[in-house]
Structure formats: C-alpha cells, structure tokens
C-alpha cells in the first residue's frame, strides 16, 4: 500500500506546497477581503484600507434597514425553494422515460437536453416577456411582477439540466429492479415512487441543488420579469451595488455584508453536499 | 410522466425560441410593442441594421476575444491545481473544499466583490501600487479576464482531477520502471491522458464566458464601457434601455450562432448513451 502510493506521487512535495500555497492565497485572499471589508467603516472600503478600522458588525444589522434585502432573501428562498422541489420532481419523471422506455427521438430528446443547457439567456428574454404580457392581457390575469413569472421561468431552464442528472443517474440503476417489482404487479407509478425514487436520491439531491442555484443566481430574467414586491436577493444586492456611484459616501462596508449575506446560503449548500455535487458538475453541465 | 416536463421545456424554450426568430424580422420598438404581432414586417433590416450601424461586431469581438483568453488561461490554473490535489496529504481533503468555492459562489456575489475591490481608491489599486480606472477604459477588459479567470477555472480543476483520478495504477508502475523523474512523467505519461476532460473543460468554459450575463453586468453596471460591451450586455441595453427590441432580438440570434460550433463540439464529446465523455476513460 505505502509503495504503490510511492510511486503513484506526481510532485516533490515542496514544489506541491508551493503549488498549494499560491492557490489559496488567490483564492482565499479576496474571499478574507470580503469578510475584512464587511465589517469594516465605509469610510475605510472607499479609501483601499486592508485591515478594518474596529470591528464594524454593525454594517450586518444596518443592511436590513439599508436595503430591502430582507424580502429579496424571502423571495429568493420561495422561488429557489420551489424550482428545486418540482424540476427535481419532474426530472425524475422524464429521466425514467427517458432510461426505461424505447421510443422514438429518444436520443434527440437526450441531445437536446444538453443542447438547451447553452442557448444564451439574452436570446430568451424578451420572447419570455412579450409572452408573458400577451398571456396576461389574453387571460386577465398579471403575470409580469409576480413570482410565478419567474418561477415558471426558471422550472423550464432548470429542467433540462435537473433531467440530465436524473439520466446519469437512473441509467446505473440495474433493470432487473423495476422487472422484478413489475412481476410482482406493481404499477409503474408505483414502480417509480417505491422503487426507483428511494435509490436515487443523491441525484435528486443534485438536481434539486443545481436548480435552486438557478434561482438564486439568477439577475437577467428577475431584473425584467419583477417588481419591488417580488425582487430576488440576486437584484437586490445588483441594485443596491450599483446605487454606490456618485452622489455620498458609498457604504461599501454595507455592500460587503451584504454579499456575504447572500453568498452564505449558497456555500452551505455546497459544503454539505459537496460529495454529491461535484460527482453532478462532472456529469457535464454548462452553467 | 414524460408530459409535465415535455410541455414545459415547449412552452418557456421552444415557443419564445421561434416568437425570437420572427420578432427579429419586425420593426419593434416601445410604441409597437404592445401590439407586437401586427408590428411591421421588415424581413432582414434587423440583421443588417445590427451589422452597419451598431456595436454588434465590435461586442462580437470582445465576447470571442475574452472567453477564448480566459478559458485557455483557466487550463494550466487547473491543471496545476489538480495534480497537486492529486497526491495523499493531511488536510487534502479541506484544500480541495476551499479550491471550489470560487466557482460556486454567486457572480452576482463576485461581481459586487470585485466592484469594491477595482473601485478607483480601492484595495487593488492599493496592494498593486497602481493608480486610475479598473472599471472604465481600456483596463476594464483586464479586469474582467481576470474576474472571470479566477471564478472559472475550477472547472478545469474539477475535470481534470476526475480525469486523474480514473488513470490506471500501471501507468505509474510503467513510469517508475523506465526510471522516469517527476517531470518527465508529468509532462509524456499524465497530461497526454488528460487531453480529453481538458479540452471538455475548454468548450463548457467558453461557453459559459461566451454567454455571462450576470458578471460583466454586475462588475461593470450599464452602459457599459466600450472595452467590455461583451454582446449579453449589449443585447440587454438594446431591449431595455434602448428600446430596440427587434434589432435587440436580432442581435441575439446572431450570439446563438457563436454558440453553436462549440455547442456542436460538446455534443459530439458527451456520448449520450453511457454519459460517459469520451475522453475521461
């Protein structure tokens, strides 16, 4: 065991730990400037200092006030929450098609699937929006400036990526499970729910993950498709960011706190999953 | 069970994707826009508007430019990130944790970050000893290489350390006996074996720059400056500070055909069958 990890060493380790140590240094160095600014004066951001003058926690509770990051968080959270719930639901469903059934275009749709994943967002926008206000208008109902405008928005771009990892998945899955439970005269459905849903469930995970991750990093569709009532975090820190130019002080110190604040919720997701997300990543998504 | 997800993709995909094709082909702006159907049918002008008399060519560039340098600069980054995670060592598994975490960050987090950090007094200025504009003139295109670099190239890092991972045991062996040194086997036995999930790693890359949105409009704000009018921004400032919607959609269709030749690549990579990409073993 100690030989064959002998041999299998790739680098002297001083030169690995000068490797490593330039690494973090990149990747750290702006992450602890983050943390150092936010709770830093204003004052002390705008004028480039490195370390904070005091120790300026304050800037965590004033943001509440500042901004109205508060009911961004609570609509990113509804949203997000939601688009990961159901795409993962739906994902599930399609990808069992998609593994157990031979039809034709299966293997378009599969194509497809990842095709989607890189039709640029911009392209999307304004069809979206003038559907959306003629649907409105056609209905009598609003659509535009309310969450279900995005939420619906983004369930469809989170789909083709959620399926795809529900393929990947499924399709390790041996067959003989569902045949088994078929032959014992169960349903499909029940096939699906009893059988196959309890055993997938990292890629459930994984694609709920992902599509919760759309909404709330998302700025394009929310900047168009909300208003003040239903703004996301994501647009509310984008507007609050680029109200800094001019005019006073910017409270740059605020501005941190504040991304951090949305930033938060996104790396503990990450670190408490990390074993089953970057086993999804290398599955070959786009975004 | 296939419908829920089928009827969707067509509704919110599909449907917008061909309203795009033919809003492109109208003269749309905010007064015509609430009757957009029986908007003025004026065939290819969009198109050849677009191309005459806007900044579709030069974001064209920009765009092309910016995601090529930053998805090449992303690979020896990763690369070396991901043989020197490769070998055994106490506390490998937190270093590979914290490598990460730049990719999974919000952009609209690392846009703000580094707005504050590139403002005119800021931190860069300062620790670089350099003085003047980050986000404004012909610098800002650096500033968003570099921001894009240092959100982006975990992916390659990410890849290539599955790639190595999945490597035989007697390729080691192999080396070992020839007597090869570290370098040596580095250089003609590992990285050959990693060209696949590189050059993967390079078209998700590229195409992923090719289409960000959120950074370059965060980092930057509109309008943006004419060295990082990438052509998401300029497509978005057409429709919704411009009002141009037709020539704005027009300008879209044209970004889908930059993605198509690298869309093209990465499907032929993924076999979609087994889901395994050809080049990872």
Redesign the interface.
């Known amino acids: 065991m100690r030989r064959s990890e002998e041999v299998a060493r790739l680098l002297p380790g001083p030169l690995r730990a000068v490797v490593l140590t330039v690494l973090l240094l990149v990747v750290l160095g702006p992450l602890a400037y983050m943390f150092l600014a936010s709770v830093s004066s204003d004052l002390a951001v705008a004028r480039g200092a490195l370390w904070p003058d005091g120790f300026h926690i304050d800037n965590y509770a004033r943001i509440w006030s500042t901004t109205n990051l508060g009911r961004g968080l609570v609509n990113s959270v509804l949203i997000a929450g939601a688009v990961a719930v159901v795409s993962a639901f739906v994902a599930l469903l399609s990808a069992y098609v998609l593994v157990r059934y031979a039809f034709r275009g299966r293997v378009a749709v599969l194509r497809g699937l990842l095709a989607l994943q890189s039709i640029p967002g911009t392209l999307l926008l304004l069809p979206v929006f003038v559907l959306f206000a003629s649907a409105a208008t056609a209905l009598g109902v609003t659509i535009i400036g309310t969450r279900w405008a995005v939420l619906i928005t983004y369930l469809t771009f989170a789909l083709p990526f959620s399926t795809w990892v529900m393929v990947t998945y499924l399709r390790e899955l041996p067959p003989e499970l569902d045949e088994a439970a078929r032959v014992d005269g169960a349903s499909p459905w029940r096939v699906l729910t009893r059988v196959i849903a309890p055993l997938s469930w990292p890629g459930l995970v994984v694609s709920g993950v992902f599509a919760f991750l759309l909404g709330w990093n998302d700025v394009l569709f929310a900047s168009v498709l909300t208003n003040p009532d239903s703004r996301t975090a994501a647009v509310e820190l984008q507007i609050f960011g680029a109200s800094q130019e001019g005019g006073a002080l910017p409270v740059y110190g605020q501005l941190m706190a504040a991304a951090l604040v949305c930033a938060v919720p996104v790396v503990a997701l990450y670190l408490v999953f990390q074993r089953y997300l970057v086993a999804g990543l290398t599955t070959g998504g786009v975004r | 069970?296939?419908l829920?997800?089928?009827v969707?993709?067509l509704?919110?995909?599909v449907?917008?994707?061909a309203?795009?094709l033919y809003?492109s082909l109208l003269d749309l702006d905010q007064y015509s826009?609430r009757e957009?159907?029986g908007a003025d049918f004026i065939a290819f002008d969009n198109y050849v508007e677009a191309v005459r008399d806007s900044h579709l060519v030069h974001a064209i560039g920009i765009s092309l430019g910016y995601s090529a340098l930053v998805s090449l600069a992303c690979v020896p980054?990763g690369l070396?990130?991901a043989?020197?995670?490769?070998?055994?060592?106490r506390g490998r598994g937190l270093?590979r944790?914290?490598?990460?975490?730049?990719y999974?960050?919000?952009?609209?987090?690392v846009?703000?970050?580094?707005?504050?950090?590139f403002?005119p007094?800021?931190?860069?200025?300062?620790?670089l000893g350099t003085d003047g504009l980050w986000l404004n003139g012909p610098r800002s295109f650096w500033a968003l290489v570099l921001v894009q670099l240092?959100a982006g190239w975990p992916?390659v890092y990410?890849?290539a350390a599955?790639g190595?991972q999945s490597l035989d045991?007697t390729v080691?062996?192999a080396a070992?006996l020839d007597g090869a040194g570290?370098w040596a086997?580095?250089r003609y036995v590992?990285l050959p074996q990693l060209r696949g999930p590189v050059s993967?790693a390079l078209v998700?890359s590229f195409?992923?720059n090719?289409?960000s949105?959120?950074l370059p409009?965060?980092l930057f704000?509109v309008p943006s400056p004419v060295d990082v009018e990438v052509?998401?921004v300029l497509?978005?400032v057409e429709?919704?500070q411009n009002f141009e919607?037709g020539l704005?959609?027009a300008m879209?269709?044209v970004?889908?055909v930059l993605?198509a030749i690298?869309?093209a690549v990465?499907?032929r990579a993924?076999r979609?069958?087994?889901?395994r990409?050809r080049g990872?073993r």
Do not use: C
């Open positions: 069970m296939f829920p997800g089928g969707l993709t509704l919110v995909i449907v917008p994707l309203v795009a809003i826009i957009w159907v980054v070396a990130a043989v020197a995670t490769q070998d055994r060592f270093v944790s914290i490598l990460l975490v730049p999974v960050l919000p952009a609209f987090v846009g703000s970050t580094w707005r504050i950090i403002q007094d800021g931190i860069a200025n300062r620790v240092w992916l990410l890849l599955a190595l045991a080691h062996e070992a570290w086997k580095l590992v993967l998700i195409l992923h090719v289409n949105f959120t409009f965060v704000g052509l998401p497509t978005y429709s919704f919607f704005s959609v879209a269709v970004s889908l993605v690298p869309m990465y499907l993924v979609l069958d087994t889901g990409e990872s």
